[in-house]
């Protein structure tokens, strides 16, 4: 018996049996019955990020993002995030277009897809893909003028940011295992492939200074990491290494080492 699962193809929401993709994202091909590349972008989205959201075309995730994501417009005064769903409004016939955020640097950002072009026939394929990302002040903006803006997963009510003094960390992007602590009491804490979101620390925090410490335990063969630091809404400091699952850091935390990072808040 097959499973099914549904496929967005040109604007028409198709309920089809399970293919290969759904055991292996990266699985690849064309669908001659029904002429579409097999992952669609929002089944690769769904795939890499565990989500079971479908809603029809790209664009419609915009409007209607998954349980628990909130929108960010591009411009805006938030910068993107590793998981974070990133959203195109006129690839694919205006059918719009997803990806998934693998790292943030200063100045760029490098997304993964499914079917990036609108010859799809001839692009059945995963990509890795570099992005300019512009700061310009408060505000923050990736440099295509079809992206509409990234859906960011919340770990509290995403309208209470930046109302008052708030401070969150974010741990994510991890192998093998991370944790914070604020002023030597362990805040948070994530295994391979995990992330936090945003925990709101601002009870931990007191006048004067505080230590914020993030950690990283390579247990195997490699490690990553992502450690954000935000206050009011805005990322004040990060620190990212490598690509979970498919690109280590360098070789010099060696099995069983922690690598530390260290920040100072004052009040």
Known sequence: MFNK??????GILLILPNLAFAQDC??????????V???????????????????????SWWN??????????????NIPHINDI????????GSGHVAVIKQVDERSIIVEDSNYSD?????????????????????CSINDSNIVGWITKNKTNPGQVGLGKSYKIRI??????????????????VNYYGDTGWVDISNKLHN?????????KNEKEGYTYYFGFMENGMVKWEKSCGQVGRKGCDNKLSKGNSLTKKITVKL
């Open 26 to 35: 990266r699985q690849r091909g064309w669908n001659s019955k029904y002429n």
């Open 172 to 189: 994510t992007n991890i192998d093998d295992k991370g944790e914070c602590s604020v002023n030597n009491h362990k805040v948070a804490s």
């Open 86 to 93: 990133l959203v195109w409004k006129s690839i694919g016939g």
């Open 208 to 216: 004067g200074d505080n230590e914020i410490e993030f950690k990283v």
């Open 119 to 139: 010859n799809y026939q001839n692009d059945c394929n995963v990509r890795i893909r570099n992005l300019a990302l512009i700061r310009n002040g408060d505000s």
């Open 37 to 59: 590349c097999t992952p669609q972008c929002t089944d690769y989205v769904n795939c890499v990020l565990g989500l079971n959201h479908h809603v029809g075309t790209a664009i």
């Open 5 to 10: 699962a549904a496929l967005t193809v040109m």
């Open 64 to 77: 209607n993002p998954p349980q628990g994501y909130s929108k960010i417009l591009n411009g805006s005064r």
